[in-house]
């Protein structure tokens, strides 16, 4: 499975960005979804996640409320909506898919597969 995010970009503080997430290759939809980010000398940090059997997403505390993962498998894509961003949202964002698994969905370890990271730059 590839995966291609973008979306990335320069927004000033409180505005709004979407980034999607394409999957290509094997089928997709058997695939539960994360967004992660890492900022410049900072840890990769979980974002949100979204399960294949849909349902609720779950997302971190810094960003709940602000933000919004969907998923269409018809297009085989993952959207992370970003509301209300705040200059220490700036960082790299990264999706990554995996296989059902008992590994906490938190963790960057029990992920598959990665996209590349899209940058996410938000000024005061």
């Known amino acids: 499975v590839q995966l291609q995010a973008s979306g990335g970009g320069l927004v000033q503080a409180g505005g709004s960005l979407r980034l999607s997430c394409v999957a290509s290759g094997q089928s997709s939809i058997a695939y539960s979804v994360g967004w992660f980010r890492q900022a410049p000398g900072k840890e990769r940090e979980f974002v949100g996640y979204?399960?294949?059997?849909?349902?609720?997403?779950t997302y971190a505390d810094s960003v709940k409320g602000r933000f919004t993962i969907s998923r269409d498998n018809g297009k085989n894509t993952v959207y992370l909506q970003m509301n209300s961003l705040k200059p220490e949202d700036t960082a790299v964002y990264l999706c990554?898919?995996?296989?059902?698994?008992?590994?906490?969905?938190?963790?960057?370890?029990?992920?598959?597969?990665w996209g590349q990271g899209t940058l996410v730059t938000v000024s005061s």
């Open positions: 979204i399960s294949w059997r849909g349902g609720s997403p």
């Open positions: 990554a898919a995996r296989m059902p698994t008992y590994t906490d969905y938190r963790l960057a370890h029990g992920y598959d597969y």
